[in-house]
């Protein structure tokens, strides 16, 4: 698949009050911040948003890809790619990230598409995931010289919801148009209580199984006549619960497996079911695969006379050794806030869990108190600050 070139076409901003007049070029970050939120982009997201986004980095001589894939219910999707080419053989660092976003739900103080500056806050939905952290990396970027080297930005509209049509999809465009990076930086919300007191160097594998048993239906009265599935199920979500997996390792937690549905489609009161089903959850780290994983839970069903009736592996388990990379994110992070990050690989799953298939990984952004709520907002020092911070870490990239 070859994502076609569209930095020719005529792009429309989606302009926020404070960018009204359409000849002026946002260049405060939280400007730029306000322009994405004020697109209406919950997940799957296509269209605005991405002229927004190219609408900034065109300007910035950034050579734009764009794709849209998908049917619903997962699509369709689109994806940005942007390169800006520096000396041949030079060093490439890449931006990635997401501009959808959740649902805003109900409840919210501002239209959450109705970016507003309250104070020290910008308030909207998208602010800290990750619109906020996109409009730091075009800030970042903006007085990198190219003979510095290459920089680009994969930018997908399918994070939130099941990325069947996102990262993994752009990553062929990136492979056809020659934009596999050395290193690159994800601006997930990874921050908790100050600016980057967190970096995360790896993720966690991701793994849900649904489970049945089968039985024969019959009257309460003659169980003789009748196989009752419950009571297996149980037996085998039991010995599941029971599973310790291991004992977590240097760099991540023990791993873990949570019972998420029991379901038995059985109205009646005096009828034994004829099936039963179950859906578990399995958070595993580095010390196993999803193959593994779904082998061991396949022979416990076995064991209960029950199946596996299908399985969703979102992610592997991965780390990013620390070394180099993260020790120039640690010392970006250092000499503008002042603070030390933790390496963690604590949480949930994100795009990094593809791209490290590229090369090496991190994450890095914004605090993450405010994400996927009612009323989310970003510190707008924070903003400039991190804007400085992958400003420093993309230099420092391109010259290792």
Same mark, same amino acid.
């Given at each position: ?35 994405? +939120? ?24 950034? @050579? ?18 942007? +390169?800006? %080419? ?23 103080? +501002? ?32 007085d990198i010289p190219r003979e510095a080297g290459t920089i680009s930005f994969a930018i997908t509209g399918d994070e939130e919801g099941p990325a069947t049509y996102g990262t993994k999809v752009m990553m062929e465009g990136m492979r056809n148009i020659q934009a596999i990076p050395d290193l690159c930086l994800v601006g @997930? ?49 039991? @010995? ?31 009828v034994i079911p004829a099936l039963a089903r179950a859906r578990i959850s399995i958070r595993f780290n580095a010390l196993h695969t999803g193959a593994e994983m779904i082998e061991r839970v396949g022979e416990i069903a076995a064991r209960h006379g029950g199946r596996i009736a299908r399985h969703q592996l979102s992610g ?71 804007? %400085?911070?992958? %400003? ?9």
């Amino acid at each position: 698949m070859v994502l076609p070139d569209c930095a020719a076409r005529q792009y429309t901003i989606c302009l926020s009050p404070a960018m009204s007049d359409p000849s002026q070029t946002a260049t405060d970050v939280a400007d730029l911040a306000e322009a994405l +939120i004020a697109c209406p982009s919950v997940t799957p997201a296509t269209g605005m948003v991405f002229d927004c986004l190219a609408r900034m980095l065109v300007p910035l001589d950034f @050579e734009i890809y764009r794709s849209v894939s998908g049917e619903p219910p997962d699509g369709p999707v689109e994806n940005l790619i942007a +390169i800006r %080419r520096g000396p041949e053989g030079s060093r490439h660092f890449a931006f990635a990230g997401h501009l959808d976003v959740v649902p805003p739900g109900d409840g919210w103080q +501002i239209g959450p598409f109705a970016p507003e500056r309250r104070g020290e806050l910008l308030y909207g939905r998208g602010a800290v995931d990750m619109k906020g952290s996109i409009a730091a990396m075009v800030a970042a970027v903006r007085d990198i010289p190219r003979e510095a080297g290459t920089i680009s930005f994969a930018i997908t509209g399918d994070e939130e919801g099941p990325a069947t049509y996102g990262t993994k999809v752009m990553m062929e465009g990136m492979r056809n148009i020659q934009a596999i990076p050395d290193l690159c930086l994800v601006g @997930e919300p990874t921050s908790v209580a100050r600016l980057g007191d967190t970096v995360k160097i790896g993720r966690r594998g991701s793994l849900y199984i649904w489970l049945e048993v089968a039985g024969t239906q019959g009257h309460v009265a003659y169980p003789h006549l009748a196989d009752n599935p419950v009571p297996k199920l149980v037996a085998m979500l039991a @010995e599941l619960d029971a599973l310790v997996l291991d004992e977590g390792t240097d760099w991540f937690q023990p791993s873990n497996l949570q019972i998420t549905q029991v379901e038995v489609d059985n109205p009646a009161a005096n009828v034994i079911p004829a099936l039963a089903r179950a859906r578990i959850s399995i958070r595993f780290n580095a010390l196993h695969t999803g193959a593994e994983m779904i082998e061991r839970v396949g022979e416990i069903a076995a064991r209960h006379g029950g199946r596996i009736a299908r399985h969703q592996l979102s992610g592997e388990a991965f780390l990013t050794e620390p070394g180099a990379f993260s020790k120039m994110v640690c010392d970006a992070v250092e000499a503008e806030t002042g603070t030390v990050p933790e390496l963690s690989t604590s949480g949930g799953t994100s795009d990094a869990r593809f791209l490290k298939d590229f090369c090496p990984v991190v994450e890095l952004g914004l605090r993450n108190a405010t994400m996927h709520k009612t009323d989310e907002a970003v510190d707008l020092v924070d903003l400039e600050v991190l804007a %400085r911070i992958y %400003r420093r870490i993309a230099v420092a990239a391109l010259a290792s």
